[in-house]
């Protein structure tokens, strides 16, 4: 109830609060309805703003069947989505899968044994010197093939790029 400057009480229920009480249970009975017509769910549609509608080049569906206007954006059917963004981006399964097995040999790297240099007990110092050396020789040369590598594809290509 709510307390006015009028003649006439005026009371409001609250569901969230609780039930309602004894002497309104006509109010129960209409929240009781109003749940029972659940507004319309989405679950095989997906939201898209106007971007990426051009992004996956569908803005020319706007105004037809296929898109529901929502608020700021598109309800789409889950399946006419998954395939234009197949089309739209075609290589996004090729690179994950590359990177999938990227991660499965860098995991199975890691498993591996590695060999452990020791250093001799007599003259560690100097063996350790000679050591770091043949690694930074080791560096340089493949610094070198990649820059050749390079070069050799920068000749083919040609001053323009690619032909």
């Not at 006509?26 to 549609?45: K, N, R």
Request: hydrophobic fraction near 40%; include cysteine.
């Amino acid at each position: 109830m709510l307390g006015c400057d009028a003649s006439r009480i005026s009371t409001y229920f609250i569901p969230s609060l609780g039930p309602a009480p004894r002497w309104c249970s006509f109010l129960e009975g209409l929240t009781e309805e109003l749940e029972e017509q659940a507004p319309i769910v989405y679950d095989d549609y997906r939201f898209v703003t106007k971007s990426d509608l051009q992004r996956l080049g569908l803005d020319h569906l706007v105004g037809t069947a296929l898109l529901r206007a929502y608020m700021h954006g598109y309800f789409i059917d889950a399946r006419l989505y998954s395939k234009a963004a197949a089309a739209a981006q075609p290589f996004v399964y090729e690179a994950y899968r590359a990177a999938r097995v990227a991660a499965k040999l860098e995991e199975e790297r890691q498993g591996r044994i590695s060999m452990v240099r020791k250093l001799p007990k007599v003259n560690r110092q100097v063996a350790a010197r000679l050591l770091a050396q043949q690694e930074l020789q080791q560096q340089k040369q493949q610094q070198q093939q990649q820059e050749q590598a390079d070069g050799a594809a920068a000749a083919v290509d040609g001053p323009n790029g690619p032909a």
